[in-house]
């Protein structure tokens, strides 16, 4: 009944830039915090950024402040995180994840309701 869908990864070289998007059927992501994650081999998943329901609240961590960030788009049910200036330390799955709060967000993930697959995101060189 309640999906998330990333998309938007892929391999790109250090300095450039990706668009994540998270896709949402079965619900209104504008209800919903939305958490981006990370997981690269052989470390925990950790928080990257997350947007409260109406988005007047964001949070980064701090190894990505000044390069990423993240935006909503209600008209098409989808967040989104614009990340540029990327390092091969940023190598890793991302996932998206929500969690009915609106007034802020967490960056833990083990709040969070739904989860996506995740989407590859490789920089080297």
């Known amino acids: 009944q309640l999906q998330l869908v990333e998309s938007g990864g892929g391999l790109v070289q250090p300095g450039g830039s990706l668009r994540l998007s998270c896709a949402a059927s079965g619900f209104r992501l504008d209800y919903f915090a939305i958490g981006w994650f990370r997981q690269a081999p052989g470390k925990e998943r950790e928080g990257v950024s997350c947007?409260?329901?109406?988005?007047?609240?964001?949070n980064y961590a701090d190894s990505v402040k000044g390069r990423f960030a993240i935006s909503r788009d209600n008209a098409k049910n989808t967040v989104s995180l614009q990340m540029n200036s990327l390092k091969p330390e940023d190598t890793a799955r991302y996932y998206c994840?929500?969690?009915?709060?609106?007034?802020?967000?967490?960056?833990?993930?083990?709040?969070?309701?739904?989860w996506g697959q995740g989407t590859q995101v490789t920089v080297s060189s």
């Open positions: 947007i409260s329901g109406p988005g007047g609240w964001t």
């Open positions: 994840a929500a969690f009915p709060l609106l007034t802020m967000c967490p960056m833990a993930p083990g709040p969070y309701n739904y």
